[in-house]
């Protein structure tokens, strides 16, 4: 068995134990009807930040549906408000999508249809489903009616088929102003459904686009291109969150009424550009959205994060991001997980963090080998050893399960152990070394201090002591009974390692709560960043970037993906062994 390497990663469902949503069961259910023969899911966002475990979710949905039932999952940009896209961010989103251990079946773009939607809406306007709209944002608004009252017409409603084809044509051509105009849908001005009345579906904006660079003045609005964009790669089940929920009759709408399917001249642009030709009626599901407890998940917040510097970047060990999690030492393995624990419904719920950290700690339980590291050092000699001692003891890398192997880790007279195993007036049910007493060194045999030196200012710089010989590895005085164990690495072995103590970003359960003019930024946790310096094995330190390791005694900890190298090691605790934030 490999230690943790990405590759033990690729394929997600090694054993799936079948997994019964409510999504899963229309999946079945079509499967079983013949409705569909085939299942295609696509993961669609908007290249406008960073994907966060939210994001984990959706894509774990999508490609964890494809990928049970036999069928295929797209990525697609949805890149269609160019003013906030960037191509840093396209390159971001797939990593991250490969490293959570998915292959797309296809890569796409909303930009790749910008010419099928176009064609889509001439032909809305010549059926008189669709007109120009010369109404200023602020006058639409007040023309849309609220929740109690219907909409009015926009006076633009009645224009001719002619004239709308002729302005919407100029508006492709780039003849007006950003804002002076819409293509709006011409639905019903009056509908229970504030989406249906006569939603904008083109806007005009003179923005350089990151794919189609200068050749669009107008844009196709989300609810058009995103129901039209899985009409065209033939979605069967487009699976998005609850909000989307009062957008479904509009996103029926704009299938139902393009309508692909029966009007081939519609996607020849894509014929043209070598995409096959497909025109499903794909089936809208929603489910709730994931929210976790001393987090922020919206794109804003983070962003700000960012660019406040309250946090050291996009990839940021405490950031919620893809990036950020994995920086932190969280696996692809840990992040399927907690998505299958956390589950689908159409129920909103707050996840409590900890159940992130439990998903973590079970798969680095498993997957993740041992190694020694002291955090606060403190040297322990052992006066009864020669100077110049030095032996390799053999150590099994996994407590419980041998295909890890064995490392030898170095042994000498002097070694460091933490200083919190240390007290000189213990407190009660203290277990670990006290002046006097005994403990075992975990591996090595069992050792007493019998000398507290101090400096000048009374601090502990370090214990002198004994190691009993009868105690070493194997000998029959190793099994006498001593109270606690504790770990050590070598002082003259051990390599000096950055340890960064990262902790929960926020302090508190809700950080969007804004009451007494707070907000988020109040609620930053200022213990969750903790730079040490601290004592490694060797074997720890020659680890590859992205390695995790169980320190013992200590918590999970992942060799920094950036910084880490053999040489100067950096080590990034992912998780302590235990909750302790419960309570
Ligand atoms: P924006 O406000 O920029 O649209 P977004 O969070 O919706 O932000 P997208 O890039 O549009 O970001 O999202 C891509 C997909 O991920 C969508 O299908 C969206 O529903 C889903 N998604 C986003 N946030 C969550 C979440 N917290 N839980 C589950 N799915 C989510
Ligand atoms: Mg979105």
């Known amino acids: 068995m490999s230690e943790n390497t990405p590759a033990a990663a690729a394929t997600p469902e090694t054993a799936p134990a079948e997994k019964r949503d409510f999504i899963r069961q229309i999946v079945r259910e079509d499967l079983a009807s013949g409705k569909h023969t085939a299942i295609k899911t696509r993961f669609p966002p908007e290249p406008n930040g960073y994907l966060h475990i939210g994001h984990a979710k959706s894509i774990c949905l999508n490609f964890g549906i494809a990928g049970e039932f036999g069928g295929v999952c797209n990525l697609r940009f949805d890149d269609t408000n160019p003013a906030r896209e960037d191509p840093e961010y396209v390159a971001a989103i797939q990593d991250d999508v490969r490293w959570l251990g998915f292959q797309w079946n296809e890569l796409r773009h909303a930009s790749d249809y910008f010419e099928a939607y176009y064609l889509g809406a001439q032909k809305l306007i010549r059926e008189g489903k669709a007109y120009v709209c010369d109404l200023s944002a602020e006058e639409v608004r007040a023309y849309r009616g609220t929740l109690t009252e219907p909409g009015r017409p926009s006076p633009y409603r009645e224009r001719s088929v002619e004239e709308n084809l002729d302005l919407f044509a100029r508006m492709r051509a780039g003849e007006f102003a950003d804002g002076t105009r819409t293509l709006r849908a011409r639905i019903d001005m009056a509908s229970g459904n504030i989406n249906l009345r006569d939603p904008a579906i083109y806007r005009i904006k003179h923005v350089e686009h990151q794919n189609t660079g200068n050749a669009w003045p107008i844009y196709p609005m989300y609810d058009y291109a995103h129901a039209l964009g899985d009409a065209l790669e033939g979605i069967t089940h487009s699976l998005c969150t609850l909000e989307f929920e009062d957008h479904r009759p509009l996103y029926d709408w704009c299938v139902d009424n393009v309508d692909f399917a029966h009007d081939p001249a519609l996607t020849q642009p894509l014929v043209d550009k070598g995409l096959p030709?497909?025109?499903?009626?794909?089936?809208?599901?929603?489910?709730?959205?994931?929210?976790?407890?001393?987090?922020?998940?919206?794109?804003?917040?983070?962003?700000a994060l960012v660019t406040e510097q309250l946090v050291d970047g996009w990839d940021d060990p405490r950031m919620p991001t893809l990036q950020g999690l994995r920086r932190r030492g969280y696996t692809p393995a840990a992040m399927r997980l907690f998505a299958e624990r956390v589950g689908i419904s159409k129920?909103?719920?707050?996840?409590?963090?900890?159940?992130?950290?439990?998903?973590?700690?079970e798969d680095l339980d498993s997957a993740a080998p041992r190694r020694m590291a002291v955090i606060e050092p403190l040297k322990l000699v052992l006066g009864n050893l020669p100077e110049g001692h030095e032996e390799m003891l053999t150590f099994s890398n996994h407590p419980k399960d041998a295909a890890f192997g064995e490392r030898q880790v170095p042994f000498s007279r002097e070694l460091w152990i933490e200083r919190e195993d240390f007290a000189e007036v213990p407190p009660k049910g203290w277990k670990r070394l006290v002046p006097g007493g005994e403990v075992r060194l975990r591996g090595a045999g069992i050792a007493r201090v019998d000398e507290v030196v101090k400096n000048e200012a009374g601090e502990i710089v370090e214990l002198r002591g004994w190691l009993d010989p009868e105690s070493r590895p194997g000998m029959e005085g190793a099994n006498r009974k001593v109270k606690g164990t504790i770990h050590w690495v070598s002082a003259r072995h051990a390599v000096e390692a950055e340890i960064r103590l990262y902790d929960r970003l926020f302090s508190v359960p809700d950080p969007d709560d804004e009451a007494?003019?707070?907000?988020?930024?109040?609620?930053?946790?200022?213990?969750?960043?903790?730079?040490?310096?601290?004592?490694?094995?060797?074997?720890?330190?020659?680890?590859?970037?992205?390695?995790?390791?169980?320190?013992?005694?200590?918590?999970?900890f992942v060799a920094d993906r950036r910084d880490h190298t053999a040489d100067t090691p950096v080590f990034n605790r992912s998780v302590t062994l235990r909750d302790t934030w419960a309570g």
Request: proline letters at 5%.
């Open 277 to 303: 030709r497909e025109a499903a009626k794909p089936r809208q599901i929603e489910f709730s959205r994931l929210n976790i407890n001393y987090t922020v998940m919206s794109k804003r917040k983070l962003m």
């Open 347 to 361: 129920q909103n719920s707050l996840i409590d963090f900890s159940v992130l950290e439990g998903a973590l700690r």
């Open 516 to 556: 007494d003019g707070k907000s988020y930024r109040d609620y930053l946790n200022p213990e969750s960043r903790r730079v040490v310096t601290g004592y490694v094995e060797p074997a720890a330190a020659s680890a590859a970037p992205e390695q995790s390791f169980q320190f013992e005694r200590t918590g999970y």
